[in-house]
């Protein structure tokens, strides 16, 4: 029997399985789109609450269960984005407080990339963050947003050019 079969009859250790492995991912990925770690918990437990329900979307048919759930957890995150007029304006929530001076500007840079990707147009922003924080597959990217590898390889490609465009400056100075 599948851990979703399981887990929908109720068996907390199919649960609990389902929610280790694929937890992190969706939170990061949740994290990123939102940038609020309040909301990026609701998306998560509103996903694995609806994976439970009988009838869900979810069909291991169709595709695999990380791709369904990557794809649930973006449909959330861009409900409550589209929901939330100051949902790009928001301030990032972490903040590295470290004293020695290149943790510092590790941070510092940390904070300029985190910046220009949420600058970033969202259909660009979304298969950036899913190809190089959560390394999923153009594959997978183009399951989870519903689009073919052309296209998820053509976003991709304008993303990190937006992204090398932005941060230019910033390497001039690192050298």
């Known amino acids: 029997m599948d851990l979703v079969k399981a887990a929908r009859k109720g068996e907390e250790a199919a649960f609990l399985e389902l929610f280790d492995v694929h937890h992190a991912p969706l939170f990061r990925f949740a994290y990123r789109m939102t940038r609020s770690i309040a ?60 004293s020695p001076e290149s943790e510092a500007l590790q ?11 949420g600058e970033l147009p969202e259909t660009q922003r979304e298969v950036l963050i899913l190809a190089h924080y959560e390394q999923l597959s153009l594959a997978e990217i183009g399951e989870v947003m519903g689009l073919d590898v052309g296209a998820v390889k053509s976003r991709l490609q304008r993303a990190r050019a937006g992204l090398r465009e932005t941060l230019s400056a910033y390497a001039t100075k690192a050298e």
Do not use: K, W
């Not at 998306?43 to 979307?57: E, H, K, M, N, Y």
């Not at 941070?107 to 990707?117: I, W």
């Open 107 to 117: 941070a510092e840079m940390a904070g300029v990339v985190e910046r220009a990707v």
């Open 39 to 98: 909301d990026s918990e609701d998306i998560v437990q509103d996903c694995f609450l609806s994976l439970l329900r009988p009838g869900t979307g979810y069909d291991a048919r169709r595709g695999s269960l990380r791709t369904y759930l990557f794809g649930a957890v973006r449909n959330q995150a861009l409900r409550r984005l589209r929901a939330s007029e100051s949902g790009r304006q928001r301030a990032p929530e972490a903040v590295d407080h470290r």
